[in-house]
């Protein structure tokens, strides 16, 4: 199946600071990527969905000027949280779909800390 | 509303015994059913996907049946192995108009494999 990646792993960082996350397709081209935030023991739960060049599309709740979101080419979207609480410790993940759109692939996870 | 419910929630099960997850639907609709494994910390992996005019799919030890007129689906995991250990995750997929998709996700099922 298709790869996608994300980096980093994982991340530790300071109350207050800026975290970002690379999402990449490595062997397709992901017209459409999606980011997903996943608590303990929960389910995925999407935060938003970017098309290749437009601006992204949030789901209600998430918000916008927190998780800056850009999907600046086919092979790449990047996450950014922006000044980083505690509460936004959690498991983000990515998942990426190519022009087909049927099949959705995901990212291995990224594990955010904010002390 | 679209709706996926897994059961059980739980299950622990003895190495070497095979056990069968369940899931019912109510997505419109209808693309296409997807079980995922997902490891603790990592992201999600595609096991099976049907669509509609598929009954039954296999991957090694896994089997998925699908049943889209009670709009039911299982997951029978055969001679369960230690690594089966994680969360099983059933996504369906509707089509959401202009060429565009719609993912649901189950809860997902923790099965944990003890020797």
């Known amino acids: 199946g298709a790869v996608v990646s994300q980096h980093p792993s994982r991340v530790i960082c300071k109350s207050g600071t800026s975290v970002k996350i690379e999402c990449r397709s490595l062997?397709?081209?992901?017209?459409?990527m999606f980011w997903y935030r996943q608590f303990p023991k929960k389910s995925l739960m999407l935060m938003a969905t970017?098309?290749?060049?437009?601006?992204?599309?949030?789901e209600q709740g998430v918000e916008k000027d927190k998780f800056l979101i850009n999907h600046a080419s086919l092979t790449l979207s990047t996450l950014t949280v922006t000044s980083a609480h505690p509460e936004d410790s959690s498991f983000y993940i990515c998942?990426?779909?190519?022009?087909?759109?049927?099949?959705?692939?995901f990212g291995p996870g990224t594990r955010l800390l904010v002390l | 509303k679209n709706q996926v419910e897994q059961s059980p929630q739980s299950l622990i099960i003895l190495e070497g015994k095979n056990c069968t997850l369940q899931?019912?639907?109510?997505?419109?609709?209808?693309?296409?059913l997807r079980w995922y494994k997902q490891d603790t910390g990592r992201g999600p992996v595609s096991l099976t996907i049907?669509?509609?005019?598929?009954n039954t799919k296999s991957n090694g030890r896994y089997t998925a049946t699908l049943d889209a007129d009670t709009k039911q689906s299982s997951l029978h995991i055969t001679a369960s192995q230690l690594s089966d250990s994680a969360s099983y995750i059933c996504?369906?997929?509707?089509?959401?108009?202009?060429?565009?998709?719609?993912?649901?996700f189950g809860k997902g099922t923790k099965l944990s494999v003890i020797p």
């Open positions: 998942s990426a779909r190519g022009a087909s759109g049927m099949s959705q692939y």
């Open positions: 062997d397709f081209q992901a017209t459409t």
């Open positions: 970017s098309n290749e060049g437009s601006k992204a599309t949030y």
């Open positions: 899931c019912n639907y109510t997505v419109s609709p209808f693309s296409n």
């Open positions: 049907m669509t509609f005019s598929e």
């Open positions: 996504v369906v997929t509707a089509h959401a108009g202009a060429g565009s998709y719609q993912l649901t």
